[in-house]
């Protein structure tokens, strides 16, 4: 009787096993984008598990912490809010920023775009301006304009608030808008979306610029300002073609009731 409570013991711990190896190959770990993390990601990963099995663990580090992860192996599959060019720029930024050498590209590079992003700027929300052009946001955050009575406000010194070097948001803001100038010398850098909302929401004087929809989920103390719109892509990077698991996340996201949880 022994044995045969033993054998069915062995066999009752090989199938947990099998089960537990089985669960630990459906979870996919994707770095980069909090502004994807936001968005989609995380709104969606319950029901993306229940229609697919996939299970993911999301690290939003930011979209360039995000690509180095990818080219250094430590995951499959990116997550990006930019292109995928401005992508492996931002990369780079965050080898240079850490005192590395430029890191090597690989091959066959595929970005699978979920969907479209738009970049809000930001301000408190007692801050009395309500619209500003591209102009007057670019000289903002440079340094030329330093008061807000020079754009119609206010007469408080203006507080520039910004994200990370890895940052997509911040990258594509600053090429688009900025025109690739350099922030003010006194800019205020945080390391996350959710940071800069909440220094701009604390400053009076304070100018920030984020994703739309993470600003909708808990916008603080703090208001959009009307500008003309400023787009971006969200989605995945892989190298080649992405593993069955990482085409159902995909998948998932492009389909109707995957965009139910597009935020």
Known sequence: MKVIRLSHLFLALGIVLISALAVSAAEVKLWGSTTCQKRFLEPGAAALENATGVKIKVFGVGTGKGMVALFEGKTNVAI???????SVNSAQKVRKKAGKPAIAVPAGLIYHTITEDVIVPIVNKNNSVSSLSWQQLAD????????WKDVGGSDMPVQVVTSHAGSSTKAVYQKMVMKKADYAAGAIQVKSTRLEINEVSKIKGGIGAVSEGFYNLNPGNSKIIKTDPIKRPLGLITIGKPTPDVQKIIDFFRSAEGKKYIL
Do not use: D, F, Q, R
């Not at 990006?80 to 401005?86: C, W």
């Not at 903002?140 to 008061?147: Q, S």
């Open 80 to 86: 990006s809010s930019n292109t995928l060019e401005a």
């Open 140 to 147: 903002l955050n440079t340094g030329k304009i330093t008061n």
